[in-house]
């Protein structure tokens, strides 16, 4: 079974600085996917950012960027230049690529906030 | 694009009635919807899949008599809580798989359910 950790209930970052949270996860799978998800307190679900593991190359998109490191299963990612509206609980989640069923393990969350 | 619906976004109910919640794929179709609950400051909490045209796949734990699920059409699923009680007084989420991108699901914006 896989399993998803985030050990950092609560962070907090200045505006325009940067702030990188953690994930580890643990599987058996060699094709998988890697996600973080934003929920601001709106509690809409957002996709932030999203890595396939067969690729090497670090997922970036804009200020946020994933360190994935697949031989320690390790999955972090950096928020560069901190916004207020970056303020939010974040997840991190696996999904199995083969027999795929769509299913997303969910890491328990850590909460960001950004102070002005 | 890509746009997910719940309906209704809160509803408070006495003990004992029934509760249905939709979640829609406005502008895409959806053979797999997923319903999550989440509690205050926690993760989301899959509890089933639903399949277009055939039974949900309910996670160990959770009662398919009391969490009833349908997926009539390739863009509507319904999640009926029954014979609701306070304990089940939660935020649930839907989410709909992309036939396109399968990898990639899409998230409507919760239901907060209050049961008296």
């Known amino acids: 079974a896989q399993t998803v950790t985030q050990s950092q209930p609560e962070m907090s970052v200045q505006e325009a600085e940067t702030v990188t949270l953690s994930c580890t996860y643990d599987t058996s799978e060699n094709n998988y996917y890697l996600f973080w998800y934003k929920q601001p307190p709106s509690r809409q679900m957002i996709l932030v950012i999203r890595q396939e593991a067969y690729k090497q190359q670090n997922a970036t998109e804009n200020r946020f960027s994933v360190n994935f490191q697949k031989a320690a299963k390790s999955f972090s990612l950096k928020i560069s230049d901190s916004q207020l509206g970056d303020t939010a609980m974040y997840f991190c989640?696996?999904?199995?690529?083969?027999?795929?069923?769509?299913?997303?393990?969910f890491g328990q969350g850590t909460t960001l906030q950004v102070k002005p | 694009g890509a746009v997910v619906s719940q309906h209704p976004s809160r509803v408070i109910c006495k003990s004992g009635t029934s509760v249905k919640i939709e979640c829609r794929s406005l502008d895409f179709q959806a053979t797999t919807m997923f319903w999550y609950r989440q509690f205050p400051k926690q993760s989301l909490m899959l509890m089933a899949t639903s399949n277009e045209g055939s039974k949900a796949t309910y996670e160990q734990g959770v009662e398919k008599d009391k969490f009833l699920i349908n997926h009539a059409s390739l863009t509507l699923s319904t999640l009926t809580v029954t014979s609701a009680h306070p304990e089940d007084s939660s935020f649930y989420i839907c989410s709909a798989r992309s036939e396109v991108k399968a990898e990639t699901q899409y998230f409507g914006p919760g239901t907060r359910l209050l049961v008296l």
């Open positions: 989640a696996f999904m199995k690529r083969t027999g795929n069923t769509g299913k997303l393990i």
